[in-house]
């Protein structure tokens, strides 16, 4: 199979640093230097999450040894690092090492669009320069790359996801057996269980060679093991350098001249601040501020204190106005218990000045729970449900080996289900499918279905656009800037570069929805509306739903009720349908589907209601100010103020339309027959003169002893035309002129409290455009400062 040519016109090629080493297996984004031993430390090879053919939704997991499957052209991955993690494990059941070789970029926006892995011995060595004043090289190594051709080239699709476009199976060497595979560098990794064992042994003073001895014995054998006594070496060396011991104090120090600079920065630290395994906590004046706008969902994010990190550290998230993850405070977690949280947890609160998230997010973990609990009792407590889905991969191993498409099943079952009834209905018949209602974890995340099942949250806000996708926001904060080799000292640097990078894409994010406009697919004034409304990353969601509208129907399925209901369904789809109960007079509407409960953004099925109702621009209470463009007000506008606003133009929008749907009524009704037309247009000319009238005495229909204004002076003129009422007839006409008195009083009264209101409105508009040219004031300072830097 030839390799597939590469275009030079969009993309950017990078090779892999061939010089550094025979058993050099380094991934290009993230070169690091690093002894030619030293092994991955994560928690054993990456999960693959899913692999699928082209037709499928959702694929297998594939854990290394354990199947047949071969690489295929065609073949479809979640993402790059399951493709990886794939070619890994078929490497390691086969028996050669693998290594990343090339990527390919956009020249475009820089991101990689090709990757392709490579067997360890693919190409030659390149002579390095002899530094050495004899010319010799002092640490002489094998020569172990031969030029095999064996390899598997992904490339990443327009859905996101990656596929297979190239696969050379054959090599040009003789491949290592099963009980040999363990010693090769792609498949060496300390485990999670055996780092553990590793830290208490080492704890207890036991040296390497006692401790590969204990090894040996737990596992049954070095070469179940997965890793050389090199790499227990390497790894106990490694952990001894992340000790944080005295190291807290450069962190104490730095936090110290934070606070110096500037008295918002908050910090903490529980017990002696001298104690170096002390917690500590802190926030700076910016994250303290973006919790104002964007505090009503937090996430908790513990990564760092697993996995692939070894540094107990541990920040607090949101998301911003453009979906980007926002800062709300940092921890460095030494002690883990439950009071330990609790302190932190109060702690945190205290430096929000003890306003309460409406959600937060954290890892499956009972002690965690515990100290939420405890904390924050009024806030919806939810766990990460791509952290059940990871331990998922470790606690059903065996099952996922036996059977392939039992996690692309439990990914349904979680994520595609619309109802709780459909769910608890879907994992009873999983759990009896795959004979595992005896296993005690899935008892244990069945127990705790209502805080990560998504049909049990989603009456909650999140901030979530999607269900069944990895939002952006529980991506770590400091991805790309903190690993496994970061000491303290180094990550205070790279703290502050985290800090900076984040700033400047919010600044980006916000340069491009107030200079540039949006593409409108539609000639809907509610297109239009929410285009001068949200930023543009929130626009493109609604735009999605706005334009899915058009392949949805939706009917009324209950005629009786005061708030009619909705049977709304995509075309073709009739069986799937979603139920809309909407309230016209109020202009509130609730779905089935509960997308604006869950991520504050109005549903297709409420769009769709709305459009087969002339619903013509989104009502405000719609429209989460946390989600526009002015999330981050440069003049606050207190509550009062801001309220009669909102409700001046909501009355509006809700006065416009009760007349519009009442009107429609007369129409309907109208059409059936000669009289009921006649009868229709009579009501209408009465009601069209009603409204002059009311039109020409200001707003106002004057009524007199029940009767209208225009109809008792038609009636006085009858009454003055007879001779023998002539006393009668003056009496009326005194009257008439004590009630034009009142009238007009009455009229100048109004029209002065509507010059109020005018006056009132007025100003608060000055006040927005004022936030309006802050704001883009603050935006083009940003962009002068970030050229200087360039």
Known sequence: MEFEPLSLSNEIIEFDMIGLGDDAAIDIEHAVEEDDDLVNVDNGPAAVTSITSLAATTGPHIPGGDTNLEPYQGMEFESEEAAKAFYNSYARRVGFSTRVSMSRRSRRDGAIIQRSF????????????????????KRPRAETRVGCKAMLVVKIQDSGRWVVSSFVKEHNHELVPPDKVHCLRSHRHVSGPAKSLIDTLQGAGIGPSGIMSALIKEYGGISNIGFTERDCRNYMRSSRQRTLGGDTQILLDYLKSKQAENPSFFYAVQGDEDHCMSNIFWVDPKARTNYTYFGDTVTFDTTYRSNRYRLPFAPFTGVNHHGQPVLF????????????????????????????????????????????NNVFPDTRHRFCKWHIFKECQEKLSHVLSEHHDFEANLHKC????????EFESCWSSLIDRYDLREHEWLQAIYGDRRQWVPVYLRDTFFAEMSITQRSDSINSYFDGYINASTTLQLFVKQYEKALESRFEKEVKADYDTINTAPVLKTPSPMEKQAAGVYTRRLFTKFQEELFETLTFLANKVDEEEMIPVYRVAKYGEIHRAYFVRFNIFEMKATCSCQMFEFSGLVCRHILTVFRVTNILTLPPHYILKRWSRNAKSGVMLDERTTDLLNGAQESITIRYNNLRHEALKYVDEGVNSPKVYDVAMTALQEAANKVVLATKNGGRLVILNGTCKDDLHQSNEATTSRSDHQFGSEQSSSKDDQDRTIEKLTRQLDRARRKCEVYRSNLLLILKDIEEQNLELSVKVQNIKLGMKD
Do not use: Y
């Open 414 to 421: 979680v994520n595609l289900t619309e109802s709780i009834e």
């Open 329 to 372: 405070g940092c921890a460095l977690l030494i002690n883990e218990s439950e009071a330990s949280f609790v302190w932190l947890f109060k702690t945190w609160l205290e430096a929000m000045s003890g306003q309460h998230p409406v959600s937060i997010t954290t890892d499956h973990d009972r002690v965690i729970r515990v100290a939420i």
């Open 118 to 137: 490579v067997c360890a011995k693919e190409g030659f060595r390149v002579e390095k320069e002899r530094n050495s004043l004899d010319g010799r090289i």
